[in-house]
Structures are given as C-alpha cells and as structure tokens.
C-alpha cells in the first residue's frame, strides 16, 4: 500500500524535552510538509521541505526542527523552546503537480 | 491564493443530500477548486478537485458556475459516516503552501 505513516500515534512529553515525530512516505513525493492542528482549528504549516536536503519555514517554525536527508522521511522535532506542544500534527506528501496533499493519520503529542 | 469563505458549520440527516457552499471572489484564472474531507483524529483526505462546470466521482460533485467565483460541495443521500470538516481550498498547479481554513463542520444525524 502506498501511503504516507506517521508515528507515534500519540506521544507525551515532559518539561524540557525534545521529541521526534516520525514521518515516512512511499510515494514517490518530492515535496513534504508539517502542519499543526489545535482543537477546533484549521492546518498551520509549520515546515515544508520541496527536496531533499531543502526545507522552509513555514507560518509557525519557531520551536520546531526538520531533517531531509531522505526523499522518504521527513522527521520533525518538537524543542523545550516550544512551550505550548499540545496539539495534533499532520505530514503531507505531494507530488510535481502541487495541487493535492496526501495526509498521514496525525500524532497527537501531550504535555506531561 | 484565493481566501475561501464557507459556513462553520451545517446539519443534516441520513439520506439528505448536503450542499456546502465556498465563495472564492478573487480565484484566478490558473487556479482550481479543492475539497477535502477531515475526520476526527485524521489527517484530511482529497476528495474532489474542479476547474468549471461540475465534477462528479464517487463521493461527491463539485458545480462550479461560470464566473467561478464559488462553488458547491454536493454530497448525495449522506449518512452518518459522513459526520466530518469538509475544507474548501484554492489551488494552482505546481509547488505551493495550501491555506486549510476552519472548514464546514457537518452533522449528520440519525
């Protein structure tokens, strides 16, 4: 099955810890994205990566690290600088045309 | 890229059909119409894409009208399980950061 997986499914952090989401595509995609979803909320984008070895900020950034070495995996770091981690976060592929992103299930990440 | 305005929310019940309505006044000539369908706990998903007229696959139509300034999510004999955000987006070919909204939230009830 091609699709994009997202792990955990939930994570909880402590104070002043950095946690790793994963995410990992077989899609074939080049470019990927990060997107954080509050309760009631709309997507943020929070980084966006269109190659591999490249990526941007997006709307959110600040508190948040990404590595692409690989076209497959596009992992996304949540600091002790982010205070307020709470949330659902979304990872996306799309392909050359752009216009439609394919979704992960999400991780929810808790505050212990 | 075009801002989209569409209702919060709507309410139906099984085996109406749903019309969700999404103005987009300033949609440029190269972009296109997209849905997607959230449900609780997932990421969204695609589910229809337009440039004019009506679209039509196997869980929705679009009609999009001549002026293209909105469009209409049409959602037939829903059921429960149609209960989700529906988000309304505009979009061009090629790279791009797509701008998700609050989105309609619909209920659909029993």
């Known amino acids: 099955d091609g699709g994009i997986t997202q792990s955990p499914k939930y994570l909880f952090r402590k104070e002043g810890q950095n946690v790793t989401l994963s995410c990992e595509q077989n899609?074939?995609?080049?470019?990927m994205y990060w997107y954080r979803q509050d309760p009631g909320q709309g997507l943020r984008l929070i980084y966006y990566s269109q190659i591999v070895n490249d990526f941007q900020k997006g709307d959110i950034a600040e508190g948040y690290s990404v590595s692409r070495e690989k076209k497959e995996s596009f992992p996304l770091t949540v600091t002790s600088a982010q205070k307020n981690p709470t949330a659902f976060y979304l990872c996306?592929?799309?392909?050359?045309?752009?216009?439609?992103?394919?979704f992960g299930a999400g991780t929810r990440l808790s505050v212990l | 890229l075009a801002k989209t305005t569409q209702p919060i929310s709507m309410d139906s019940y099984e085996g109406q059909e749903v019309n969700i309505t999404c103005s987009h006044n300033?949609?440029?000539?190269?972009?296109?119409i997209t849905w997607y369908q959230q449900f609780p706990s997932q990421g969204p998903r695609f589910i229809i894409q337009?440039?004019?007229t009506k679209v039509t696959n196997e869980v929705a139509s679009l009609f999009i009208p001549a002026d293209r300034k909105s469009s209409t999510l049409s959602l037939p004999r829903v059921s429960l399980s149609d209960t989700a955000v529906y988000y309304c987006l505009v979009v061009k070919r090629g790279f791009q950061k797509l701008v998700f909204g609050t989105g309609t939230r619909l209920l659909v009830s029993p």
């Open positions: 899609l074939n995609h080049d470019a």
């Open positions: 996306a592929s799309s392909p050359p045309t752009g216009d439609i992103q394919y």
């Open positions: 300033n949609i440029a000539t190269n972009d296109y």
């Open positions: 337009g440039y004019k």
